[in-house]
Every structure is written in structure tokens, then in C-alpha cells.
């Protein structure tokens, strides 16, 4: 069965990018890439990408930066109103349709593979919204940002239902409660 998943990382005090929308607090972090809830297990599972334009953005000038290609094997789909230049190498498809339009399309495309709501707390919570978004999967990181973009820009109920350690991370699954 196929879960929409918002998997993140983020700081203490609830932020996914500073004031600059920049990760460098994060990629500075220790990560074990085999530890609890780490991310090569999760991507195992994922069978389309979903992402707001700011993420895509820094996606682009990371990649930029480090000479990295696309980094999804996967489709991906960029919520965007605005004209952005594809990346080389990946199935990139952006969008301004409406998101269950888009999460139906997904779905299809993930051949019974789970949804990665990849980067936007804003896109995460109109997944919510649609009564969409199936888990919330936070790695939090041993820094606060004290501003920037939140991790969920709304009310989002959740149920606690795994937490470990993953080297300096705290992580935690929860599952989106509905009403």
C-alpha cells in the first residue's frame, strides 16, 4: 500500500532551513547512513518525489556546488508557478495543478512504491490539508536556528509511533491523524 511521507530533518526548535533558506547546519551533521530511519532504507521505498520550488532551488545550486547530478532515480514532481530550468538526468515535472491532481498522477507513477514529500513544510501541510499526508518522519538535529522555515506552518495532529537514535539525530515516526 502507498503512504505519502513528509521525511525531514530539522532543528531543535522546528526549523527545516535558516533565515537564508540554506541546509548548512545540517550537512554539517553526523548521520549513520545505516542507523534507525536512515535515508537510504527509506528511498529503498520510494517510488515518486514530490517538492515545493524552494526546495527544488537548493536542490539545483547544491548539486551545482558539489557536481552532483540528480540525486532521484525516481519521478519528481516541483509545485512551482513559476518557469525553472530542468535538471539533466532526472524525470522532472513541474507543476501548479492542484495537489490531489498531482498526488493521484504520483501515485500511479510509484508503481505501489510509497510518496516522498521531499522538502516544504507549506507543500507537507497542503498534503495534510488534502487529507493526503499518511507519516511525518523527523530527524532532529542537535542545533536551533531560533528563525527560518518551520517544519509544519499549521496545525498537523500526529501519533508518536517509533522513535531511536541515529548518531547526533533524534528520530521520530509519527503517523498524520485524521479526523
Do not use: C
Amino acid at each position: 500500500m502507498t503512504s505519502t511521507i513528509y521525511y525531514v530533518a530539522s532543528s531543535l526548535d522546528g526549523y527545516i532551513a535558516d533565515q537564508r533558506h540554506s541546509l548548512d547546519w545540517l550537512v554539517k551533521q553526523e548521520i549513520d547512513r545505516r542507523g534507525p530511519m536512515n535515508y537510504e532504507a527509506f528511498i529503498g521505498e520510494v517510488g515518486a518525489v514530490l517538492m515545493g520550488a524552494a526546495t527544488y532551488e537548493w536542490v539545483v545550486d547544491h548539486q551545482a556546488r558539489t557536481g552532483e547530478g540528480w540525486m532521484y532515480t525516481q519521478p519528481s514532481w516541483v509545485f512551482t508557478h513559476r518557469d525553472l530550468t530542468p535538471m539533466d538526468g532526472g524525470d522532472i515535472r513541474f507543476t501548479s495543478a492542484p495537489v490531489p491532481e498531482v498526488h493521484a498522477e504520483a501515485v500511479k507513477a510509484a508503481g505501489g512504491k510509497n510518496l516522498f514529500v521531499v522538502g516544504g513544510g507549506d507543500l507537507a501541510g497542503q498534503f495534510a490539508d488534502a487529507g493526503l499526508l499518511d507519516e511525518v518522519l523527523v530527524s532532529y538535529a542537535p542545533v536551533t536556528l531560533g528563525a527560518g522555515a518551520p517544519l509544519l506552518p499549521r496545525r498537523l495532529d500526529l501519533r508518536l509511533r517509533e522513535t531511536a537514535r541515529n548518531a547526533a539525530f533524534v528520530t521520530a515516526r509519527y503517523d498524520v491523524v485524521r479526523p
